[in-house]
């Protein structure tokens, strides 16, 4: 089976740092993403890792290490309209390159 | 950008009627979508793999004569919940990954924004 772990949830404050942490097994790898979701709304994409190390992209930086089966999600200068779910997904390398998702963190952010 | 468009957003039906619900690539071509089903505050679980020109390959524990995949062209795919039940009543969402990036980059998935069905 695949399993994909993150936190259920974390608070934050406003212009904080926060880090979102993402285990993983899973039958093949070939790559980590991680996508924002608000309520009701579709997942939009933020960052993708596939060889170890640090990816930034301005406030958001997303960090892999094949090895131990983790990846962050680390956000800067938290800002309200970061509150969202943020969820990790696998892309699996064989066949369809099928996408499973993790259990997805709620962040809410305080002012 | 890539654009996905998924329709429709909204939809309620009765119990034991079909619904189908839409998915273009409007930008892109795409052999291969996903079909994913979020419940309230979970995550998106994978529902099945449908394929341009061929049958859909569907997750364990789904009913592949429940939600009907067809694939029919390179920028649709339809989903058919037949004989919906109130426990069908859950937020539907594809997405795709464009055909000219099959997986040998970083090409993300592109999601349509989503069907929130409810079976009463």
């Known amino acids: 089976g695949q399993n994909i772990d993150q936190p259920t949830e974390m608070t934050a404050t406003e212009g904080a740092i926060v880090q979102i942490n993402c285990t993983y097994q899973t039958s093949g790898f070939n790559g980590l993403f991680w996508y924002q979701q608000h309520a009701g709304e579709a997942p939009t994409f933020l960052s993708y890792?596939?060889?170890?190390g640090l990816e930034e992209k301005g406030r958001f930086s997303s960090f892999l290490s094949r090895s131990k089966g983790y990846s962050y999600l680390l956000l800067k200068e938290l800002q309200m309209k970061d509150s969202a779910s943020y969820l990790c997904?696998?892309?699996?390398?064989?066949?369809?390159?099928?996408?499973?998702f993790g259990t997805g963190t709620r962040l809410k952010v305080l002012a | 950008g890539a654009v996905v468009s998924q329709h429709p957003s909204r939809v309620i039906c009765k119990s034991g009627t079909s619904v189908k619900i839409e998915c273009r690539s409007l930008?892109?071509?795409?052999?291969?979508m996903f079909w994913y089903r979020q419940f309230p505050k979970q995550s998106l679980m994978l529902m099945a793999t449908s394929n341009e020109g061929s049958k859909a390959t569907y997750e364990q524990g789904v009913e592949k004569d429940k939600f009907l995949i067809n694939h029919a062209s390179l920028t649709l795919s339809t989903l058919t919940v037949t004989s919906a039940h109130p426990e069908d009543s859950s937020f539907y969402i594809c997405?795709?990954?464009?055909?000219?990036?099959?997986?040998?980059?970083?090409?993300?998935?592109?999601f349509g924004n989503g069907t929130r069905l409810t079976v009463t």
């Open positions: 930008d892109f071509q795409a052999t291969t």
């Open positions: 890792n596939v060889l170890d």
């Open positions: 997405s795709a990954r464009d055909r000219g990036n099959t997986g040998g980059s970083n090409s993300p998935l592109h």
């Open positions: 997904a696998v892309r699996l390398s064989s066949g369809t390159y099928k996408y499973i």
